[in-house]
């Protein structure tokens, strides 16, 4: 058993490891080069950090321990929230959180706790059957988030679209930059793929031959899977503080939370649904 424990440890975070020096250093770097952003930025790196959540959920699922998936989203999606708030706090930027639509994003992201505990309370089956809710609560977030940034970010909005054209001009050899960084994610992409399978071998051993509580595996595999998010809401801050403005800084991290939070329940839990029952 104790071997089984270290190789879970040893891959998740390896996982972890990738995904925060690797493939979130490489996203970023596409963005910049592209001009993108602070929201889009933000969004790229909630995708990005939500990777080690897809692959965990993924290979649970395949394994049979759709209840360890289900326990990982939910503590996943806590746990980013506990993060986004230490990491608000102690870089002193609470001030920016009385901006409207950073609290409708905020409250977004408390759905996406609320929502799966009430599931589990009500007895609620993480069955096919509620993929299209999953999917339409999906396509109405993104909706919501995207209104209420055009309506109380306008001036912000406008701001960063003329710093965007104004930097936007394509110098010799960014088309092969931009190539070069997709390799890269492909071959990262392909690298978390061999040790998440690793992975989905270690939790069936431990569920199956030594009896561990799925809610216990689930729970462990959120702590692990959420590391990469902490690193992304404090860098964000710092890398704008630098050029003297938080609010972009924030903008970012809350993206990043809310685009992480909302990939991990209505997308990336429904891809695992989709397995378990198909597997």
């Known amino acids: 058993m104790l071997v089984e424990i270290v190789k879970f440890l040893l ?3 390896i996982i972890v490891i990738i995904a925060k020096y690797i493939l979130v250093k490489l996203l970023r770097k596409l963005a910049e080069s592209l001009n993108l ?3 889009a930025v933000g969004n790229i790196a909630g995708v990005a950090t939500s990777v080690p959540e897809l692959l965990t959920v993924c290979f649970s699922a395949y394994a049979g321990l759709i209840g360890t998936s289900i326990y990982n989203i939910i503590s996943s999606n806590g746990i980013n929230l506990f993060q986004y708030s230490l990491s608000i706090y102690l870089s002193k930027n609470q001030k920016t959180l ?4 950073i609290r409708i994003d905020l409250i977004l992201v408390l759905i996406t706790i609320l929502l799966p505990l009430f599931c589990l309370i009500t007895k609620i089956e993480f069955a096919p059957s509620i993929i299209p809710v999953f999917l339409l609560l999906f396509l109405l977030f993104y909706y919501i988030n995207d209104n209420a940034h055009k309506l109380y970010l ?3 909005d406008k701001q960063i679209e003329e710093e965007i054209e104004q930097e936007k001009k394509w110098v010799k050899g960014k088309t092969k930059i931009v ?6 994610l492909v071959l990262t992409s392909i690298s978390l793929y061999i040790v998440g399978n690793a992975l989905s071998n270690c939790l069936e051993n431990l569920a199956t031959y030594f009896s561990i509580p799925e809610i216990i595996l689930g729970i462990a595999l959120g702590v692990i899977t959420s590391l990469p998010e902490l690193i992304t809401f404090f860098e964000s801050q710092k890398h704008h503080r630098k050029k003297q403005d938080e609010k972009l800084g924030v903008i970012e991290a809350t993206n990043n939370l809310l685009t992480s939070n909302v990939l991990n329940l209505f997308v990336i839990q429904t891809i695992g649904i989709i397995i ?3 597997r």
Do not use: L
Not at 179 to 184: A, C, E, L, N
């Open 11 to 13: 891959y998740s975070f």
């Open 37 to 39: 952003s602070a929201k």
């Open 98 to 101: 009385k901006n409207k639509a």
């Open 154 to 156: 306008k001036k912000q």
């Open 179 to 184: 190539i070069t960084y997709s390799f890269y």
């Open 276 to 278: 378990y029952y198909i």
